[in-house]
């Protein structure tokens, strides 16, 4: 089985269908996305993402690189250790689920 991992980066909400496309392009099949408020810099997308990991390094350049603005409240990416990912209508397990 192929170590994963669990990104998740909270970003500008306009940046979310440029983000999708520079994910898909690196063969992310899937992505989840969620509103949250932040305190300080209102509305945002929280993005989560599993990845293997020959994957996981140009995954977190295209998610920076695209949402920057160089603006304060870019947002931030955090990254985990994922043990297992299992697709629940087929049974996959691991890459084959995410």
């Known amino acids: 089985m192929q170590i994963m991992k669990l990104i998740t980066a909270i970003v500008r909400p306009f940046k979310l269908d440029e983000l999708r496309l520079a994910v898909a392009q690196l063969g992310v099949q899937g992505m989840t996305v969620s509103e949250v408020i932040e305190c300080e810099h209102g509305a945002r997308a929280k993005v989560e993402i599993a990845v293997i990991d020959s994957i996981f390094e140009p995954v977190i350049e295209a998610l920076a690189n695209v949402a920057r603005t160089g603006r304060r409240g870019d947002g931030r990416i955090i990254?985990?250790?994922?043990?297992?990912?299992?697709?629940?209508?087929?049974?996959?397990?691991?890459?084959?689920?995410?």
Do not use: S
Not at 86 to 95: K, N, Q, S, V
């Open 79 to 98: 990254v985990g250790g994922l043990e297992q990912a299992i697709r629940i209508r087929t049974g996959e397990m691991g890459d084959a689920a995410t």
